[in-house]
């Protein structure tokens, strides 16, 4: 596949070592999507299980399992670091930075989370109940109303 006529014109190359393709499917239809890889512009392109781009993870059957994953891990490793500080830092300050830094990553780009299944929304969920037993001193066995 060659690069298209608009990009030289432009004085536009494409970066191989940047480039990524994903192949969408529904998991019954996975199977036939071709494997190898893509020839474009002269490189070799693997497709890829998923692709990043605005910071939204998109699986090749764009079930939002990656970008949930992701998204719930970096959460708990900031609460983890958060937890480190809670006791040096006013408790008002702490709540603005738990905000910041929680809610702030899982209200990022949360209209293609619209439909989600409920076992990845819990995990969402998850985090904010994290979030509530830091800031409000709890145990977790302690119940946070939803």
Known sequence: MKSAPWMKSNRLQLNSDKT??????????????PVPATLIDGALITPAMYVRDLGIYLDRDLSMRTHVQRT???????????????????????????????H???DYGNSVLVGLPAYLIWRLQSVLNAAAWLIFHLRRSDHISE
Not at 20 to 33: D, F, I, K, M, S
Not at 72 to 99: D, G
Request: glycine content about 0%.
């Open 20 to 33: 990524e393709v994903l192949w969408c499917a529904t998991n019954r239809r996975l199977h036939q999507l």
């Open 104 to 106: 702030s990553r899982l």
């Open 72 to 102: 719930v891990s970096r959460c708990f490793a900031a609460l983890c670091q958060l937890h480190q500080i809670r006791h040096s830092i006013p408790a008002a300050t702490f709540q603005m930075l738990v905000v910041a830094l929680i």
